[in-house]
């Protein structure tokens, strides 16, 4: 392995047990996918589950798109989650478009229906660099919330370079920098990007996360919160990035961060240590161990056994209740620890991710001096 490769990189940081078994996985599709509904009173569909907030939902099957709802990989669900944004919150997200997380943080904020023009004081800001990805983020915000100005702005601007026009609103209440990174998944795929990749390159997105990051927490009220996350692999991106912002900020806790996902996401969440070996989706047929048949008994892994009956109508009724049943049944989310945050990893049950997330407090000086 070459020094300073992009290979040699992900092996040390990950080690030799997962990061072969990870490399694979970015080249395999997602199992688990998710939809953000318009309706914000919507129900569950067939074989769905409710994921967060009041119409993000999340299934085994890949969803036939349509222009109504807006779908995204399921893992972008939790920096969003680790916002913790409150009614009545007034929101940043600093690099939005094309917008699945901006969508989820506005329907946190704007659930209700408005009865009056005043009833409303949650705000919401999506800035991005890109015109033309803004413009994708504008048509959705406006068919799942309107187009009301005292609720949302929509900003283009260079916050690494100049503060000023998401100043303009600041301080907020939460921050949200889902920051431009080297995107390894989507790298994987595209052999040009794969050649592009230089330890170089990745330094000058690192110089542009941390000024982005400066920009975040100067415009966060003390003891706000600023949640950062990439869909980088590398430490370098990751957890390093946020050590610059340490003289006026702390990390929240793994456990605080842990209580919250989950009273805010309706999926299991298993939490391991960053190099343990993958947590493997079970066997589609394989039974709980206590339900495991006896040699007479009809199994789970014997779909075939109905078609071998003389009538098979009640057999192949009961295998495609299984089958179904099966299919319906989520498995649980695995957060990989890492110094100050979480890694979801595609090598994991469900396949999703790659998504970094962590959440830092402003300190709130005056606070400290009670
Ligand atoms: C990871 S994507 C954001 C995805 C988005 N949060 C979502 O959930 O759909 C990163 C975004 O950062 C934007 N970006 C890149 N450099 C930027 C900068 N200097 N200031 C603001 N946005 C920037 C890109 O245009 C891109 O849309």
Redesign the pocket.
């Known amino acids: 392995m070459t020094k300073n490769s992009w290979e040699t990189l992900n092996y040390d940081y990950y080690g030799g047990v997962l990061w072969p078994n990870l490399r694979e996985h970015l080249k395999t599709p997602p199992k688990l996918h998710a939809r953000i509904s318009q309706d914000k009173s919507a129900q569950s569909a067939d074989n769905e589950h409710r994921l967060f907030g009041h119409s993000c939902f999340i299934k085994q099957q890949r969803y036939v798109e349509n222009t109504v709802d807006y779908f995204i990989d399921p893992a972008?669900v939790f920096p969003v989650a680790a916002l913790n944004v409150k009614d009545g919150c007034s929101v940043l997200?600093?690099?939005?478009?094309?917008?699945?997380?901006?969508l989820l943080i506005a329907g946190e904020l704007f659930h209700h229906e408005r009865r009056s023009s005043e009833d409303c004081d949650s705000f919401l800001v999506c800035?991005?660099?890109?015109q033309a990805?803004l413009q994708r983020l504008q048509r959705n915000l406006a068919a799942h919330h309107g187009s009301d100005k005292r609720q949302y702005r929509v900003t283009i601007?260079?916050?690494?370079t100049n503060s000023r026009v998401v100043s303009k609103y600041a301080p907020y209440d939460c921050v949200l920098l889902?920051?431009?990174?080297s995107?390894d998944r989507h790298r994987i795929a595209v052999d040009p990007l794969m050649k592009e990749w230089s330890l170089q390159s990745v330094k000058r997105t690192v110089k542009?996360q941390k000024q982005?990051l400066k920009t975040g927490l100067e415009v966060l009220k003390r003891g706000g919160r600023l949640v950062y996350s990439?869909?980088a692999l590398s430490e370098l991106e990751n957890d390093l990035v946020l050590e610059s912002a340490f003289v006026i900020a702390d990390p929240v806790p793994h456990d605080t961060l842990l209580q919250q996902l989950e009273e805010k996401c309706g999926i299991d969440i298993r939490v391991v240590e960053l190099r343990d070996p993958p947590a493997h989706d079970p066997p589609a047929h394989d039974p709980p161990t206590h339900d495991r048949p006896t040699h007479d008994q009809p199994t789970h892994d014997q779909p075939a056994r109905a078609e071998m009956t003389h009538d098979g109508t009640a057999d192949g009724a009961a295998a495609l209740q299984n089958e179904t049943a099966q299919q319906n049944e989520l498995p649980v989310l695995t957060l990989r620890k890492t110094t100050y945050g979480f890694l979801m990893l595609p090598c994991d049950q469900g396949g999703i991710g790659v998504i970094y997330f962590a959440a830092l407090q402003k300190r709130d000086i005056f606070a400290c001096k009670r």
């Open positions: 972008s997200d600093m690099c939005a478009a094309p917008g699945g997380k901006s800035n991005d660099l890109s990805r601007s260079d916050p690494s889902d920051a431009p990174c995107s542009l982005l990439t869909c």
